[in-house]
């Protein structure tokens, strides 16, 4: 399972990608969600049973936020 706590000081989308971090780099979860100036804790099952993943947050395509 994948859990994080996240937040945005302006609202905005972003993406959350699981999968495996060599060739041929399947997906295993991807996932939109919204953030907020409010903490929210996110959490998500991935089928990647493997040490060999990597989880990206795609932000971006908006104005500077933190």
């Known amino acids: 399972m994948l859990a994080f706590d996240a937040s945005s000081s302006v609202p905005v989308g972003a993406v959350t990608t699981v999968q495996l971090a060599n060739s041929p780099y399947t997906n295993t ?3 939109a969600i919204s953030l907020s100036p409010t903490s929210r804790r996110f959490s998500f099952t991935s089928g990647l049973s ?3 993943g990597q989880v990206s947050f ?3 395509r908006n104005a500077a936020f933190t």
Do not use: F, K, N, S
């Open 50 to 52: 493997t040490p060999a």
């Open 58 to 60: 795609q932000l971006g």
């Open 29 to 31: 979860l991807t996932q």
